[in-house]
Structure formats: structure tokens, C-alpha cells
């Protein structure tokens, strides 16, 4: 779970050879010269503009200047005791105290070393203060204006309240440790990225670090993170164009038309208080959605709300690929017989990625210290995410479950339509946010809120162009407006559940964790050293009634604001939230997909991933146990890289029995003949197949759909391409854009083939013997600020770490997703980290993050596990204090 690397055009623009040589980071050995990026995460990078940054930040002692003092002895204000840190070959720090908040004292002092800015960065986004950052950027102070409006910041100023005595300690330690660090230094000794800055904007020192501020970054993972909302808006935006309720649905298939399995099965689940899990209303309710008569108005609105949210910088992950894989396998079936544990959660990848590794080890473990714990962390807030301690392992998915629904509002002047139905008119709530710009005025706005939550559809428009016209029956009741309401602006504990998680050593425990952790909703699974493994599902999920209304009440539609039986019924009890231990299977698999059976235990969505990621896993898992093979930790990290296309084996057959004149058009068509349905890097077939697949969705669809609705070539839209192979005559076949004609099936598969042939032959090669899916399929990490085209090439070239071929793709297991509707096949997600954990013998677990531990591009811990990443390997995971010795490069000691 970082800002996301934007797609470019496939190959490499001149000058920009990947295998040429050029010194490193260092000054050193040689290294591949810095790719040149055409694109940037919402235009942040556009701060550094002026061609001095070239001459003037580039002096080996200005990009030197940051790198911190790694070894020997410093002193840290706040510290009650001398604690001792190793590190190891990758940089990675292994830190001992005998104190806890002196341990998070330590931690907050490390990452404030290596990497502040993006600390900072994130603090700047999560409060709507980029601008005071990054300057009198048009996308940064969007963005501001959007965040303002959610109002992050306040709700992790109410968490500050409401979380345990025990978390406000160690968060303040934190920030202790963090401010210890930078107190006495200069912006530029900080970070080169404030050297850079300074070119144009004045950098002031930056504040101290706040607890509140570890707090604000947990809803930028929530928010990342949060489930159907595209899938609601897009519905509405669907409608909008195909005014057709089952050409909508068909757009949106049910989970179990992909035939393949949820997460747990009936028999799996230990018992909940069940209670009424009845939630819904039938399609065939939309027939009036957006109300009568006036969709395009209410239409205008969702559009809008839809711009305005997707000013949010990408932080952590989002859309098809932003999933995960997790599975555990019990020891009947491994060749220790102890359990093994897999987890790579697939997120937008960057440089510096978003995994900062840490081992925190009490001295000794007892009540008043009780942490053993490694694995992976957020740079800026404390503790361990996901990992393991001496007892139990656990990993995270996202769930993907029903959190966000969208009222749409009849506002009139400053009141809106409680109730239609009694005629009810409440004031609509204000309030006035001042963002400040660097190098420029202030900007004032006047946020928004009905009950429902904040109306995010007037944040970047005029109110009046946003809404469109009245309601049908007259200026009286108003015009439309759009409200968000999100179970994380709701203050929780998920800080609270962090620490939990970090000291559970059993089934009990991670369940009580669970009940902590209100938001993004995830799965959880688990492993314990004396051999259970499990399933838990936390998270705070709203509770909707069955309404018989205009448009059903499951979440999957924009729901009227003007009916009070729309309205959230409370959240779904912990306890009725699904868990399993040891089921019969002797494996979980959560990789996204459903959780459960449909119509079994409570309701968390109607949208899910289509599991063709987790069946595949299944179908590995059980085909070894079938051999009577015992799995080992090799297994679990060759699964992890398993690079077989399940939309290869779902579309390819059809493919090749469309008939193709011309042997040069049909010179594609044969390289799928012998395919294995393997995507690796060399592989001539996975790149024709993913250009008919692009090409295939393109003439299928963008004739039928909005521009913001291009399919991204995800799940969803293999289970309704599969679909609809079987009905050549379906009605998205046909090409509207055409007159007197209607296309079928075979005409737009045919298109597909010999256009995709085409495309290659001017992107790779005439040769189809020269095309490879790596070229094509390349991953370009990027700074969120520093990494952008228009920052001067010298900089640009300096902060983004070499490209890289990528096997791999969307839906299969090497997650490398790519956007099809964008027309690139550059990576946008990944796997973000893989880990392995062996429960028989933990220092023979392995793991390894996408680029490093370090976020000072000087380092030598920059980008120095991209390599082994993109490959599929990994590294020791040294844990017991013993293998933390023998794998020590670097030792320091920090002391009062």
C-alpha cells in the first residue's frame, strides 16, 4: 500500500538507451542512464522549471549533503536508554531497546533519516497543504482543495482523543525520534528535494512533526484503498450514455459469473451472530434512477464529483491492479511441517517505493515492552504493518468491501432536501478553508456538507455549471448536488489496531486487532509458530436497509439524498464479520475476490475482483498438494511469480478461429498457435495478445462510453468480454460510430487482430519473431515531484531510478498491471513488496521491496532492490538476534 509511476510511450525516446552506461549515484560504478518520463501524477512535477536547477543543485556535494551517518554513536535527545541498530547488506535497520517508546523513538529518528521529504510530502497531501509545499502548482492546489473539503486532517485530529493511552505514547515518541533529527538541520541537509524547490520557491524549515500527522497518512491509505467507488459512479456515468439499465448491468456481471471461488466456503466459517443480512433492491429499479425525466442534470454532477476526487494524488494505489495476493498453507502440507505465509500487495509503484523495511525488538520481551516484530512500515508512522513476530505472521489484502456511497443532493441556495417526502429543508453545514501557495496569494473556499457527508460536486466548478438544470418540477426543489459519505471521515482506531497486530500471537488476538481496525477495509491471514492458520475480515462497513425505492439500496448506485430510508443504518458488529481457522482445505487464498458465497453472512459489496488472480493460486496450491509434493518457501515466491494469462486462456481459442486474409495481417494471429500463455519478458505472443486485447476493448467500447469510463482492461472486463463472445450479436458489438451497418463479433475480433498486428510492426518490429512483451511492458518508477518532463533532464534522470522490462500483467499473479484504456503497456501497479515467511524457522523467511530502504537518490539503498525485485527474487530476512548479527554490515548506537 505512494504516488503512482505514470504511464509513457512504449520505447525509448532517443538518447535515452536503458543499457548504456553512466556513472551512479555515487560517483562510482557505472549505472544505466536515467529514462526520460512523459508523464507525471497529477502534474505535481511541474514545480522545478528553470533550467539554473541544472547548473546550480547537480554538485556531487549538494545531492551528497542529505546522506545521514549510519554507524557509530549519536546522540538523541529524548532516549531514557543507549539503543543499539544493525543494518543490513540492503540498509535495512534492526533496532533494539529496552524501553518501547524509546524503540519508536529510534524508529521515528531512522526514517526521519532516510527518508523526511517523502514524510513530509505525504503530511503536506494528507492536510490539503501541498501548495504551501510545492508552490502555485494549478494541480496541487486541486488538490488541496479537494482534501480541505474531505477534512483528513480534523478527523485525525478527533482520532488523536479517541485512540489508547498506549498508541498517543508511542506516537509522541515518534514524533520525538523524528524531531530529534531534523531539529538541528537545514532543509538542504534534510533532502535534495528542498534544494531543488528552493530554485523556485522559498523552503522554509519544516515544522516539527506532530502525532497528528502519523494519524492524517492512515487516510490517504483508507482512501486509496476504499472499495467500489468507481465501480458507483461509473454505473451512473454508463447510464448516462446507454440510458439502459441491462446494458449497464451487463457492464458489471456478478462475481460468480467468472465461475471461480470466494475466499471461504460455507463449512470454512466459525460461527457469527448471523443476524439480518438481507440489503439490496432488484436492477430492474433503475429504471428511474438519477430521477425522472433528468438524468443528464444529475449526470453533470456525478461527472463532476468524479473530476473533483480524482485531483487526489495517488498515494498508495488504485483501480483494477490495486489489489493484492495473499494465501497460507498449513503444515500438513509443507515440507517443515509448519505453516508458510505469502503476501505481495499490488500497488502504484514509485521511487522511493512505499514500503520502508524495520525490525523492533524489545530487549526483552515482557508487559511493559512487548515487541519482537519485522517487516514492513509506512515512513511516518510507527510500528509494523505487515509482518511477522516471534509468534505470528500475517498479511493484508484489500477487501474491497462497500465503504463510500454517493447521495445525490437537492440543494437549494443553502439549504438541502432532507425529505422529500415531508418537504423537509435543512441548512447546509459551511465552513471557510484558507490554502496557502508558496510564492503566491492565499486561496479561500467555503466547504460544503449535508448530513450524508461532504458535496464534493462544486469543489473545482462553479455550482451553477456543475448541476445542470432544475428538477423536473421546478427551481422549488432545487438542483443537484453530489455528497460523499466514507466510513473513514469517521474518527477510529485503526492507529490502535497497528500495535495490536504487532504484538498478537494467536487466532483471539488477531480478531481483536480486526475489531480495531476500522479502516481500509482488508483481509487478513494468518499464521501462528504452533500451527493454526487463519482468516479474518476487519473493517467498518456500513449497514444499508432493503429499500424499495428508485434505485437499489446495496451501494452499487448513487443513492437519492432526499429519502431517509437511504440513509447508513449504523456498521456491520465486528463479531458478524467472516473468520476462519484451519479450514478443511489446509490453505486460504485472498487475492481480492469475493470473501464468501453470495447471500452468506453480511453484506460487504456487490463489487469485487473477478478471482481470476486467486484461482490461479488455488489451482497451483492444489495441484501440488495432489503430487504429494511438501511445499517449501521456494514455492510460495516461485507462485508469487507466476506469469500465466488467464485472459490468454479465456480469449485465445475464439482468437484463433477468427479467419484473416492477407498473410501478413494473419502473421500475428500465428504466434498465438504454440503460446503457453506465459507473459515473460521475451515472449513475442504475450505481446500481440495484449495489443489485440487493448485494440479488442477500444472498438468494443469507447463508441458506447464516456471517456472517463475507457476500460482499463481489468477483471470486470474479461468477465464481460467472455460473456460476451457467446452472444456475437450483443449490442455492444456493434460500432455506433458507423451508418446503415451493424458489426458483430467476428468483424470487431477481426479489427482487433490485424490492427494490433499493425500497431507492432511500427512499435517493435515487421517481424513478429522480434516483438517481445518486455519492451513494450516496462516499468518507469517516478518521483512524485522531482520525476516529471518538465523538470530539467539532469534532475529528472538523477531522481528516477533506471527502467526496466516486466513480465507479468493485469489479472495474473505477477501482478504488472497496465491501463489499456490509456493505449500504453507501461506498468502503473506491481506487487509493491513480496514476502515469504516460514513459520517453522523465521530467519528462513525472505522478502524484498520494489526499490530500497532509502529515499536520498545518493544512496546506495536508493533503487538497490529494484533489480532482484523485477526478477522475482528476494532476500534473507534475518530475525532472531543471533541472524540479525551474522548479517550486520553497518552498527550504530543511539544514546541519550
Known amino acids: 500500500m505512494s504516488a503512482t509511476a505514470t504511464p509513457a510511450a512504449p520505447g525509448n525516446p532517443p538518447g535515452d538507451d536503458p543499457s548504456s552506461d553512466a556513472p551512479d549515484r555515487t560517483g562510482g560504478k557505472p549505472r544505466r542512464q536515467r529514462s526520460r518520463l512523459r508523464r507525471v501524477v497529477v502534474g505535481l512535477a511541474v514545480v522545478v522549471v528553470l533550467a539554473l536547477v541544472a547548473s546550480t543543485v547537480f554538485a556531487v556535494v549538494t545531492v551528497r549533503r542529505p546522506l545521514p551517518e549510519h554507524d557509530g554513536t549519536q546522540s538523541v535527545p529524548g532516549l531514557s536508554a543507549s539503543v543499539d541498530v544493525r543494518r543490513d547488506a540492503q540498509g535495512v535497520p534492526h533496532v533494539y531497546a529496552d524501553d518501547a517508546e524509546d524503540l519508536f523513538r529510534a524508529q521515528g529518528y531512522l526514517q526521519a533519516q532516510d527518508r523526511f521529504f517523502e514524510m513530509d510530502y505525504r503530511r503536506h497531501v494528507t492536510s490539503g497543504r501541498l501548495a504551501e509545499l510545492v508552490g502555485d502548482v494549478p494541480e496541487a492546489i486541486e488538490a488541496d482543495k479537494v482534501i480541505r473539503t474531505f477534512g483528513w486532517r480534523q478527523v485525525a485530529e478527533e482520532e488523536w482523543h479517541l485512540v489508547s493511552d498506549e498508541t498517543r505514547a508511542y506516537l509522541q515518541a515518534y514524533a520525538q525520534g523524528v524531531n530529534s533529527y531534523i531539529a538541528d538541520r537545514d532543509p538542504e541537509e534534510l533532502a535534495v528535494e528542498y534544494t531543488v524547490l528552493g530554485a523556485t520557491v522559498e523552503v522554509d524549515q519544516p515544522e516539527p512533526w506532530d502525532p497528528v500527522d502519523s494519524l492524517a497518512w492512515l487516510k490517504a491509505m483508507a482512501w486509496d ?101 495473499s494465501w497460507v498453507v498449513s503444515g500438513e502440507h509443507t515440507a517443515s511441517g509448519e505453516p508458510l505465509l505469502a503476501n505481495d500487495p499490488h500497488l502504484s509503484l514509485s521511487a522511493p517505493g512505499i514500503w520502508s523495511q524495520v525490525g523492533l525488538h524489545c530487549s526483552e520481551v515482557t508487559e511493559a515492552c512487548p515487541f519482537d516484530v519485522a517487516g514492513f512500515s509506512f515512513a511516518g508512522f510507527p510500528g509494523v504493518v505487515i509482518g511477522h513476530n516471534g509468534d505470528l ?74 448541476v445542470g438544470s432544475p428538477t423536473e418540477t421546478g427551481t422549488e426543489f432545487g438542483e443537484y448536488a453530489v455528497a460523499l459519505s ?92 467472516p473468520r476462519a481457522l484451519d479450514p478443511e482445505d489446509g490453505f486460504v487464498v485472498a487475492a481480492n475476490q469475493e470473501v464468501l458465497p453470495s447471500g452468506t453472512g453480511p453484506f460487504l459489496t456487490r463489487d469485487w475482483d473477478y478471482g481470476y488472480r486467486s484461482e490461479r493460486i488455488r489451482t497451483l496450491l492444489t495441484d501440488q498438494i495432489a503430487t504429494g509434493r511438501p511445499f517449501t518457501a521456494a514455492d510460495m515466491n516461485r507462485i508469487q511469480n507466476d506469469d500465466w494469462s488467464p485472459f490468454a486462456e479465456a480469449l485465445v481459442p475464439t482468437l484463433l478461429d477468427v479467419e484473416i486474409d492477407g498473410s501478413y495481417d494473419a502473421a500475428g494471429q500465428e504466434v498465438l498457435a504454440d503460446w503457453d500463455y506465459r507473459t515473460g519478458v521475451d515472449s513475442p505472443a504475450a505481446a500481440y495478445f495484449a495489443a489485440v486485447w487493448r485494440n479488442l476493448l477500444a472498438e468494443t467500447f469507447w463508441d458506447d462510453l464516456p471517456e472517463g469510463m475507457r476500460p482499463d482492461g481489468g477483471s470486470r472486463w474479461l468477465a464481460v468480454v467472455t460473456r460476451m463472445l457467446e452472444r ?35 512499435e517493435l518490429s515487421k517481424d513478429p519473431e522480434q516483438w517481445d512483451w518486455g519492451t513494450l511492458h516496462t516499468l518507469r518508477l517516478e518521483h512524485p515531484v522531482l520525476g516529471g518532463p518538465t523538470v530539467p533532464a539532469l534532475v529528472r534522470d538523477y531522481m528516477n531510478p533506471s527502467p526496466v522490462r516486466m513480465p507479468g500483467g493485469s489479472s495474473i499473479v505477477n501482478a504488472t498491471g497496465w491501463d489499456a484504456g490509456s493505449r500504453s503497456f507501461e506498468v502503473t501497479t506491481g506487487p509493491s513488496m513480496r514476502m515469504v515467511v516460514d513459520l517453522a524457522d523465521l530467519d528462513a523467511s525472505t522478502w524484498v521491496t520494489v526499490t530500497g530502504t532509502s529515499a536520498h537518490p545518493a544512496s546506495p539503498h536508493y533503487d538497490d532492490q529494484l533489480d532482484e525485485w523485477a526478477t522475482g527474487e528476494t532476500f534473507a530476512w534475518p530475525f532472531s538476534r543471533e541472524a540479525v548479527e551474522q548479517a550486520t554490515e553497518v552498527r550504530a548506537t543511539l544514546t541519550p
Open 225 to 325: 484503498l476504499r472499495g467500489n467507488y468507481d465501480d458507483e459512479l461509473d454505473r451512473a456515468l454508463a447510464y448516462s450514455t446507454l440510458g439502459d439499465t441491462d446494458l449497464v448491468d451487463e457492464l458489471f456481471p456478478a462475481f460468480d459469473t467468472a465461475g471461480n471461488s470466494p475466499i471461504l466456503q460455507s463449512g470454512d466459517l466459525e460461527p457469527t451472530d448471523d443476524g439480518d443480512d438481507a440489503t439490496g433492491g432488484s436492477d430492474e429499479q433503475v429504471s428511474s434512477a438519477l430521477v425522472a425525466g433528468q438524468a443528464p442534470a444529475a449526470a453533470a454532477a456525478v461527472s463532476s464529483a468524479r473530476s473533483a476526487l480524482d485531483a487526489i494524488p495517488v498515494l498508495v494505489g488504485r483501480g483494477d491492479a490495486a489489489g493484492s495476493n
Open 393 to 466: 505472521a500475517w498479511g493484508l489484502t484489500n477487501m474491497g468491501a462497500d465503504v463510500t456511497d454517493f447521495f445525490i443532493e437537492r440543494v437549494r441556495g443553502d439549504t438541502w432536501l432532507r425529505d422529500a417526502e415531508a418537504e423537509e429543508w435543512d441548512p447546509i453545514e459551511t465552513r471557510t478553508e484558507t490554502i496557502r501557495v508558496a510564492g503566491a496569494s492565499p486561496v479561500d473556499i467555503t466547504v460544503r456538507s449535508t448530513d450524508h457527508g461532504p458535496i464534493v460536486s462544486s469543489v473545482l466548478e462553479d455550482v451553477d455549471e456543475v
Open 486 to 577: 466514507w466510513t473513514a471521515l469517521q474518527p477510529g482506531r485503526t492507529a490502535d489496531a497497528v500495535f495490536a497486530f504487532d504484538t498478537a500471537r494467536d487466532a483471539d488476538d488477531v480478531r481483536d486487532a480486526a475489531a480495531l481496525f476500522d479502516v481500509p477495509a482488508q483481509n487478513i491471514v494468518f499464521a501462528t509458530t504452533d500451527g493454526h492458520i487463519g482468516y479474518q475480515a476487519p473493517g467498518r462497513v456500513p449497514e444499508r436497509a432493503d429499500v424499495d425505492g428508485p434505485v437499489p439500496s446495496d451501494g452499487s448506485w448513487p443513492r437519492p439524498g432526499w429519502d431517509p430510508d437511504y440513509d447508513w443504518q449504523g456498521w456491520v458488529p465486528a463479531e458478524r464479520m
Open 728 to 762: 456475437p450479436d450483443d449490442p455492444f458489438w456493434d460500432d455506433r460510430t458507423t451508418v446503415n451497418v451493424v458489426e458483430t463479433r467476428d468483424e470487431i475480433l477481426t479489427r482487433a487482430l490485424t490492427t494490433a498486428r499493425r500497431d507492432l510492426t511500427v
